[in-house]
């Protein structure tokens, strides 16, 4: 996969270690396409895994793998 989205900006993001510089940057595809893109992600499988719990998510990767 491969390809970005909306950048998700830190305005609307809650968890605080997405406020620290470093990690990765996934990307969140919905139903219909919308992809987001979330920046600083440390913990990218448990991000992605929780992600896809959502019933509107069809899948989720690390953007550049």
């Not at 992809?35 to 998510?57: C, F, G, H, L, T």
Request: hydrophobic share 35%.
């Amino acid at each position: 996969m491969g390809g970005g989205g909306f950048k998700v900006g830190q305005k609307y993001r809650i968890n605080e270690m997405s406020f620290i510089p470093g990690g990765v940057t996934v990307v969140v595809q919905e139903t219909g396409g919308r992809r987001y893109e979330y920046d600083k992600i440390k913990y990218p499988q448990k991000y992605i895994a929780a992600a896809m719990r959502k019933s509107n998510v069809i899948d989720a990767w690390v953007k550049g793998s």
